[in-house]
Structures are given as C-alpha cells and as structure tokens.
C-alpha cells in the first residue's frame, strides 16, 4: 500500500514563472491538504480539497491555486513565483470526517531564483 | 486566535538521556493533538495522536501527555538515539469543520549527541 507520493522531488524555477506540484493519496483517503514549509519554520497551511472541491484555505496569495482530480490525486499551482515561494510544500491526506492522522508526503522541494 | 507554541525552540542533549518537549495551544474547539517527527527535507511522520479523554499514549521511546484543562502536552523520550535527531512538531486539529483543521507549531530542533 503505496503512502502519500509527491512529484516532483525537487525544482529549480526563476522568478515570475509558474510551477504545478503533485500529489497521490494514501490508498482510501479522499482529502488533500497542502502546506507550505519555509526553512527552519513549521508547516503553513495553504489549501484543502474535498470533493474537487477548496473547502478551506490559510492566508495566501490567488498565485496559490490547486484542483482535486476524481482519483482523489491533487496539484498545487503557483503563478508569478516570488523569490519568497522558495520552501517544501508538503501534501497531506486524510479521510474526512476522521479523526485519524493525516499521513504526509515526502515533500515537494522549490527553490525559487 | 488559534496558536501552538512549542518549547524549547532547540535542545542538544547525549546519547542515551532522556527529554522533553512541551506543546502548548489556544486552538478551540479541540478535537486532537499529534506530535510529528520530521527528518530535515522530508516530510514529518505520526508518532502519537491523542483526543480530548486521552491523557497518555506511548510508542516506543516516545511518549506524549495531554492535559486537555490546561491545554498543555509533552513528548518524552527515553533513551535517546543519534536517530531521533530531528524536528518534533506538536499539532493541533479543531472541529471548526467536519474535515478538520491542523494547526502546526514551529518545532522542537533535537540534536543527539554520541
């Protein structure tokens, strides 16, 4: 049983490009949520996906935008990268309405020039 | 306003001691709260999760405590190994919603030393 997968591992991108980040669930979880992880700090939570649908979302830019495919699978969108988008963004999944954990990912690594 | 502070923000300790690290959080209403062990560029895995009536629960050399009235919660580790060097995140999840919602503090750097 295949853990919460991210592609890709590492990107090197320039400043005003656009970037898309992936993520597959965990095998039966139907919710995907995607952090932000600058050096040195805690995870930040910039979106939720359930249903296809953003249910909540943290405090950050429309630059983030993201979409949940029927398979449950997600992508993070970053229009307009800022030098400041340099960070791991991480993706979580969780069954909703669960009290279980939320397993992560190993992470996306973004390094913004 | 919903917060986790976590302390210390760093803590080097040798091999084979124990330590603790505390969690404390304003997050309401509660619904959960987890420590998490992240390797640095990786993601962070699951050690404990702990509800509302639970006030102790062990894995391994881990254990955490919850103190839901004084919304305060430790992780102990006994016997310490240059493995757990890492950091240890305490999370917070409300019931604010019927998908829940994390609320992370910044994390406890553990070095070990031989």
């Known amino acids: 049983d295949a853990g919460v997968t991210q592609s890709p591992t590492h990107l090197i991108k320039t400043r005003g490009q656009q970037v898309t980040l992936r993520c597959s669930p965990k095998s039966g979880h139907d919710t995907v949520s995607w952090y932000q992880q600058a050096l040195g700090q805690g995870p930040q939570f910039i979106f939720q996906?359930?249903?296809?649908?953003?249910?909540q979302r943290g405090n950050f830019p429309d630059r983030f935008s993201g979409h949940q495919f029927p398979n449950y699978s997600s992508e993070l969108n970053v229009n307009a990268l800022l030098l400041g988008d340099s960070a791991l963004y991480l993706c979580?999944?969780?069954?909703?309405?669960?009290?279980?954990?939320?397993?992560f990912g190993p992470g996306t690594r973004l390094l913004v020039l | 306003k919903n917060q986790v502070e976590q302390s210390p923000q760093s803590l080097i300790i040798l091999e084979g001691k124990n330590c603790t690290l505390q969690?404390?959080?304003?997050?309401?209403?509660?619904?959960?709260l987890r420590w998490y062990k992240q390797d640095t560029g990786r993601g962070p895995v699951s050690l404990t999760i702990?509800?509302?009536?639970?006030n102790t629960k062990s894995n391994g050399r881990y254990t955490a405590t919850l103190d839901a009235d004084t919304k305060q919660s430790s992780l102990h580790i006994t016997a310490s190994q240059l493995s757990d060097s890492a950091s240890y995140i305490c999370?917070?999840?409300?019931?604010?919603?019927?998908?829940?919602?994390?609320?992370f503090g910044r994390g406890t750097q553990l070095t070990v030393w031989p």
């Open positions: 969690c404390n959080y304003t997050v309401s209403p509660f619904s959960n």
């Open positions: 979580a999944s969780s069954l909703a309405g669960s009290a279980e954990t939320q397993y």
């Open positions: 702990m509800t509302f009536s639970e």
């Open positions: 999370v917070v999840s409300d019931r604010g919603s019927t998908l829940g919602r994390l609320y």
């Open positions: 996906y359930y249903e296809e649908e953003e249910r």
